[in-house]
Protein backbone atom coordinates (compact mmCIF):
# COMPACT_ATOMS: atom_id res chain seq x y z
CA UNK A 1 0.00 0.00 0.00
CA UNK A 2 1.02 3.64 -0.64
CA UNK A 3 0.88 6.73 1.56
CA UNK A 4 -0.21 8.79 -1.62
CA UNK A 5 -3.60 10.24 -3.01
CA UNK A 6 -5.04 9.05 -5.91
CA UNK A 7 -7.00 10.93 -8.66
CA UNK A 8 -10.58 10.60 -7.00
CA UNK A 9 -8.61 11.85 -3.40
CA UNK A 10 -8.55 8.88 -1.65
CA UNK A 11 -5.79 6.35 -0.67
CA UNK A 12 -3.57 4.90 -3.41
CA UNK A 13 -4.94 1.09 -4.23
CA UNK A 14 -2.79 -1.30 -5.32
CA UNK A 15 -2.01 -1.46 -9.29
CA UNK A 16 -1.09 -5.18 -9.47
CA UNK A 17 1.12 -7.40 -7.88
CA UNK A 18 1.32 -9.97 -10.96
CA UNK A 19 3.14 -8.20 -12.82
CA UNK A 20 4.89 -6.33 -10.16
CA UNK A 21 4.84 -2.61 -11.55
CA UNK A 22 5.05 0.86 -10.29
CA UNK A 23 8.53 2.63 -10.15
CA UNK A 24 9.93 1.53 -6.64
CA UNK A 25 8.01 -2.21 -8.30
CA UNK A 26 5.88 -1.90 -5.04
CA UNK A 27 2.35 -2.38 -7.00
CA UNK A 28 1.72 1.20 -6.62
CA UNK A 29 1.20 4.04 -9.30
CA UNK A 30 2.98 6.43 -6.82
CA UNK A 31 5.81 8.88 -7.50
CA UNK A 32 9.13 10.05 -6.24
CA UNK A 33 11.48 12.51 -7.47
CA UNK A 34 13.61 9.73 -8.95
CA UNK A 35 10.83 8.91 -11.57
CA UNK A 36 11.50 11.27 -14.39
CA UNK A 37 8.87 9.43 -16.15
CA UNK A 38 5.76 10.01 -13.59
CA UNK A 39 5.00 6.31 -13.60
CA UNK A 40 1.21 6.91 -12.13
CA UNK A 41 -1.19 5.92 -14.21
CA UNK A 42 -2.79 2.32 -13.48
CA UNK A 43 -4.02 1.02 -17.01
CA UNK A 44 -5.62 -2.47 -18.41
CA UNK A 45 -2.99 -3.22 -21.34
CA UNK A 46 -4.35 -3.71 -24.58
CA UNK A 47 -2.62 -5.02 -27.31
CA UNK A 48 -3.59 -1.50 -29.71
CA UNK A 49 -1.91 0.14 -27.19
CA UNK A 50 1.21 -2.25 -26.54
CA UNK A 51 1.59 -2.11 -30.72
CA UNK A 52 1.13 1.78 -30.13
CA UNK A 53 3.96 1.89 -27.42
CA UNK A 54 6.20 -0.50 -29.48
CA UNK A 55 6.05 1.99 -32.66
CA UNK A 56 6.54 4.70 -30.61
CA UNK A 57 9.89 3.18 -29.53
CA UNK A 58 8.87 1.75 -26.01
CA UNK A 59 8.36 -2.15 -26.37
CA UNK A 60 6.57 -3.41 -23.42
CA UNK A 61 5.66 -7.15 -24.62
CA UNK A 62 8.68 -8.39 -25.63
CA UNK A 63 10.09 -10.47 -22.54
CA UNK A 64 13.49 -8.88 -21.19
CA UNK A 65 14.83 -11.68 -18.65
CA UNK A 66 17.97 -9.98 -18.29
CA UNK A 67 15.74 -7.21 -16.28
CA UNK A 68 13.24 -9.80 -15.19
CA UNK A 69 10.73 -8.57 -17.23
CA UNK A 70 7.98 -11.59 -18.56
CA UNK A 71 6.71 -8.73 -21.02
CA UNK A 72 3.12 -7.65 -20.86
CA UNK A 73 -0.03 -8.75 -22.51
CA UNK A 74 -3.68 -7.18 -23.07
CA UNK A 75 -5.52 -7.37 -19.35
CA UNK A 76 -2.20 -7.37 -17.52
CA UNK A 77 -2.11 -3.92 -15.13
CA UNK A 78 0.71 -1.71 -15.37
CA UNK A 79 1.95 1.85 -14.10
CA UNK A 80 2.62 3.58 -16.84
CA UNK A 81 4.49 6.80 -17.78
CA UNK A 82 1.66 9.57 -17.67
CA UNK A 83 2.80 11.48 -21.07
CA UNK A 84 2.59 8.46 -22.48
CA UNK A 85 -0.81 7.91 -22.07
CA UNK A 86 -1.81 11.51 -23.00
CA UNK A 87 0.10 10.70 -26.25
CA UNK A 88 -2.00 7.42 -26.54
CA UNK A 89 -5.11 9.19 -25.66
CA UNK A 90 -4.59 12.02 -28.82
CA UNK A 91 -3.62 9.18 -30.63
CA UNK A 92 -6.92 7.13 -30.09
CA UNK A 93 -4.99 4.45 -28.52
CA UNK A 94 -5.50 4.67 -24.46
CA UNK A 95 -5.89 1.96 -22.16
CA UNK A 96 -8.28 2.17 -19.81
CA UNK A 97 -7.19 4.01 -16.48
CA UNK A 98 -8.03 1.99 -12.96
CA UNK A 99 -8.84 5.83 -11.12
CA UNK A 100 -8.15 4.30 -7.70
CA UNK A 101 -4.96 3.33 -8.88
CA UNK A 102 -3.61 6.13 -10.52
CA UNK A 103 -1.97 8.87 -8.79
CA UNK A 104 -2.98 12.10 -7.74
CA UNK A 105 0.20 13.45 -9.54
CA UNK A 106 -1.04 12.19 -13.00
CA UNK A 107 -2.94 15.43 -13.06
CA UNK A 108 0.00 17.68 -13.68
CA UNK A 109 0.00 15.68 -17.09
CA UNK A 110 -3.90 15.21 -18.08
CA UNK A 111 -6.95 16.13 -17.27
CA UNK A 112 -9.35 14.39 -14.74
CA UNK A 113 -12.18 14.09 -17.00
CA UNK A 114 -9.81 12.52 -19.67
CA UNK A 115 -9.01 10.00 -17.24
CA UNK A 116 -12.84 9.32 -15.78
CA UNK A 117 -13.68 8.96 -19.84
CA UNK A 118 -11.50 6.05 -19.92
CA UNK A 119 -11.90 4.41 -17.14
CA UNK A 120 -12.23 0.71 -16.27
CA UNK A 121 -14.88 -0.96 -14.91
CA UNK A 122 -15.08 -4.18 -12.99
CA UNK A 123 -17.73 -5.52 -14.73
CA UNK A 124 -16.90 -4.39 -18.00
Do not use: K
Not at 19 to 37: K, M, S
Request: aromatic content about 8%; hydrophobic content about 40%.
Amino acid sequence: MSDQINVVGGPLALCSADPVTGWTRNGCCETHDGDAGAHTVCVVMTDEFLAFSRAAGNDLSTPRPEYGFAGLREGDRWCLCADRWEEARLNGFAPLVILEATSIATLGHTDLGHLQAHAWEEDA
